[in-house]
């Protein structure tokens, strides 16, 4: 018996070493083919931009990965815990090779007579990512081998750990549990809890099939197999467990849609000229305020939805800068998982009259004034002839009547007086950049312009009489807190005289006050502004300031279509007003020059075409009607109408000149 147990043994070792022989050689002759080892190298991960506002929300992540690069410790314990579980439940304890999970795979997959288990450890999946093509050959799975123990060699378990769920492809374009914890569930992966840590390491076996966006019930009973396999591996107790399987995972989809991705957008097409081609993580401080980015959002989303089929409005677009020309909010557009196109930033719109305080602006600068007499009646330059809104002509009126009412008239007249070409310049140094047609009918607004270049352009009357330079970054730096970006300078300059700017304000305050642009009419808090229509309804504005913050609003269709007589003093001033409100709530009140902060000691805007008042007017009242409350930040509903069932004689005339 002790011979038979004697002759076993010999011939168990001689067989065990031609086995590791036989091993070896294999494993050395696929070696061969690989780069030497002094070449092997863990390539970079590919770098992640984080992108994040004035007061630190994330805005979003951008980058082949779609997340950040988490270390270990950063995540909660269950998470590597889940993946260990249902993956490689003897990580921890193999050489990167699991010989006894090789053979329970085998087993189970013999008696199966299918392929129901693999024998890949987590190390042998992470070399199969870094190091080789997806090909299912001898070779390759050879080679996978090879790597693995050579990452094993070189890296802690930790390490390998780290890299492999920073890396590992997740669906939906998610690589890393960080991308995938923010695609499905809206958090970083710091914080999601268990029942979406199995969640997202029960994606492992099929991304795409387990997807919880594609198939949620599939999903939760992926998640629910991983939670049993974290307490049969005693990673989690029964209760843990109970309370996971009670309350599964919810996704989140609507970030997808937020309006915070066409500044995304716009940060990354601005990077490469700050800091040239990126190849670590960074963070990118950008000047966006997330309250005033959700009201300007929900404002703009909320009305077109309303609108829709009453107006045929289908798009739109709003920004928001400060005093230095810091954007403050930027909505590109209704939905960005319909349509990725910033057209806050890139759509080229003729403004209509919205360009008309450069044509007054000029006219001012070249020694007319507010009370200056300008007569409406037809006029033909050059074989073009400007109509008025209303079809009809007022007569003797002045500028700031002209203006306040959008008179068609006298605006070409004014630019016929100091020339297009100057009232071109003078667009140009106030910030518009894009190229200006200099022909009689740039009085009206018909060269096209960006939303964001124009409502910089009025930003002067806001501040002073500086120029601003629009930026939305301010600084950039990386995980190591250098800073490799910050802005820094000023705008262009003084573009406008401390007494024309006190001129030109009083005249556009007048807008809405009692003009076109009644219905943008802020509480108690002094604003200039103007209306903008363009021929057959194709696209309305409404540009308007405070001394703190200065908004334009577009609304228009993609296929130039002509929307139903929406003018920029109807929807444009009523989101205008809804969005300024609500991003003022923690600003104090303060002058603008040539506007008082108390309205009720001025006097009404004569209607043109009347008898001349008493005395000239330079400023207007407020009407007397019932102002809404202003909406909460988060707020998700539409901005209220106006009640225009009980209207004055003031408002009547404003709603006969609301198309300028």
Known sequence: MWKSLRFCMYWSVVLGIWGIVVVGGILAYYAAHLPPASEWAVPQRPPNVRIVSANGTLIANRGDTGGEAVRLEQLPKYLPDAVMAIEDRRFK????IDPI???RAAFVNYTSGRTVQGGSTLTQQLAKNLFLKPERTMQRKMQEVVMALWLEWNYSKEEILEMYLNRVYLGAGAYGVDAAARVYFGKSARLINLAEAATIAGLLKAPSKYAPTRNAQLAEGRAQVVIAAMHSAGFITADDAKNALFNPAHVVTSHNSSSGNYVADYVMELLPGYVGSIGEDIIVDTTIDWDMQQAAETALTSRIAESRQEFNVTQGAVVTLNRSGAIRALVGGVDYRKSQFNRAVYARRQPGSAFKPFVYLAA????LGPNTIRRDARVTYRGWTPKNYTKRYYGDVTLTQALAFSINTVAAKLAHEVGPANVARTARRLGI???LKSNPSIALGTSEVTPLEIAAAYVPFSNGGYGVVPHVVRQIRNEKGEVLYRRSGDGTGRVVRGDKLSEINSMMAQTIYGGTGKRALLAGRPAGGKTGTTQGYKDAWFIGYTSSLTTAVWLGNDNNKPMKKVSGGTLPAEIWAWIMETQHQ???????????INLAETSPLQKP?????????TFVTAPQQPQPPRPAVQATTAPPRQNNNSASPLDLLGRLFGGG
């Not at 923690?586 to 008082?596: D, H, S, T, Y």
């Not at 075409?609 to 007017?617: E, V």
Request: net charge positive.
């Open 93 to 96: 304890y193999h050489f990167g």
């Open 101 to 103: 999970g090789l053979a």
């Open 364 to 367: 001012l600068e070249r020694g």
């Open 433 to 435: 950049t894009s190229s």
């Open 586 to 596: 923690n600003i104090p009140i303060a002058r603008l020059p040539g506007v008082p």
């Open 609 to 617: 075409g009347t008898a001349p008042a008493r005395r000239q007017p």
